[in-house]
């Protein structure tokens, strides 16, 4: 798994390239830690459309770190490509918790339009 943040008004994007399991979520975790200590305000794009498989493990540090974002009074939006992570979060009841969206340029209209 290969994970690259940056910053880009007005949020922090991270974007995921390769399976999210129990192999790569630490990395991952690592990676939304060190974006989140550094993110103000808390506006996180985590862009998974090059993301082909998500297992348990996977999917819990996206919940762990939405319910942290939303503690914190943030936003989180994880980008999504037609495929297994979006029938994942329907199959799982979390597509109604998550906010997503098709592309990076949407998501981060999305955030600017809110600011």
């Not at 830690?33 to 999917?59: K, R, T």
């Not at 009841?93 to 981060?108: I, K, M, P, Q, Y």
């Amino acid at each position: 798994m290969v994970v690259r943040c940056w910053q880009e008004d007005p949020c922090t994007v991270l974007h995921v390239v390769g399976d999210l399991d129990v192999a790569g979520a630490p990395r991952l975790r690592a990676e939304i830690d060190q974006a989140i200590s550094a993110a103000d305000p808390l506006n996180l794009v985590v862009d998974l459309s090059e993301v082909p498989f998500c297992d348990s493990v996977g999917l819990g540090v996206l919940v762990a770190t939405l319910n942290y974002v939303h503690h914190m009074n943030g936003r989180m939006i994880l980008v999504l490509a037609p495929g297994m992570i979006r029938h994942l979060l329907v199959i799982t009841n979390l597509d109604r918790h998550f906010e997503t969206s098709g592309s990076l340029v949407e998501a981060r209209a999305a955030l600017g339009s809110a600011a």
